[in-house]
Antibody, heavy 119, light 108 residues
């Protein structure tokens, strides 16, 4: 059974870069031609798509975050990663990684990791 | 357009039927998917494609679409269905994904 697990610092200082990794277990990240994505949710607010990456490395980013976001994939480690630069308090959120399955739906999610931006 | 619009809150009496809607231009080209999120938990996919339920999702959940509006229907709502529901689809260009603002469902 495929599982996703986010990891990374829970506290990031303003103006620094937020870095998170999603480890995929129970299956290969490069098999079956899936997209993989990052979604975030500020406290008390809704879901926001950050970006998605194809197993081959093609990326798609939310235009509102595009200048600050980089998503990459490491097939040798079965992981994909998120980097968000120049963070502010507005980037404080639970960050989820997820697989994009049939009909472009996010069918498998990680449990989420809370990241707080504060000095 | 890259926006999906949902009513902020909907309520339903226990055992009754409720429909949660999602509007957006992209829904003329792409199916919506629907997610249930309970407090402190990750979202769970409940409907995707034309009207498909992942394994383990009760058959009281169903989906439909007409024009620029997608709907999630819960037939015979249960207390455990009380949650936030989000719709999601590709945007009209097909290059991006977008979420609706979410609907808080209260089961009375």
């Amino acid at each position: 059974q495929l599982q996703l697990q986010e990891s990374g610092p829970g506290l990031v200082k303003p103006s620094e870069t937020l870095s998170l990794t999603c480890t995929v277990s129970g299956g290969s990240i490069s098999s079956s031609s899936y997209y993989w994505g990052w979604i975030r949710q500020p406290p008390g607010k809704g879901l926001e798509w950050i970006g998605s990456i194809y197993y081959s490395g093609s990326t798609y980013y939310n235009p509102s975050l595009k200048s600050r976001v980089t998503i990459s994939v490491d097939t040798s480690k079965n992981q994909f990663s998120l980097k968000l630069s120049s963070v502010t308090a507005a980037d404080t959120a639970v960050y989820y990684c997820a697989r994009v399955g049939s009909d472009h739906a996010f069918d498998i999610w990680g449990q989420g990791t809370m990241v707080t931006v504060s000095s | 357009s890259s926006e999906l619009t949902q009513d902020p809150a909907v309520s339903v009496a226990l055992g009754q039927t409720v429909r949660i809607t999602c509007q957006g231009d992209s829904l003329r080209s792409y199916y919506a998917s629907w997610y249930q999120q309970k407090p402190g938990q990750a979202p769970v996919l409940v409907i995707y494609g034309k009207n498909n339920r992942p394994s383990g999702i009760p058959d009281r959940f169903s989906g439909s679409s007409s024009g620029n509006t997608a709907s999630l229907t819960i037939t015979g709502a249960q207390a455990e269905d009380e949650a936030d529901y989000y719709c999601n689809s590709r945007d009209s260009s097909g290059n991006l994904w977008v979420f609706g603002g979410g609907t808080k469902l209260t089961v009375l």
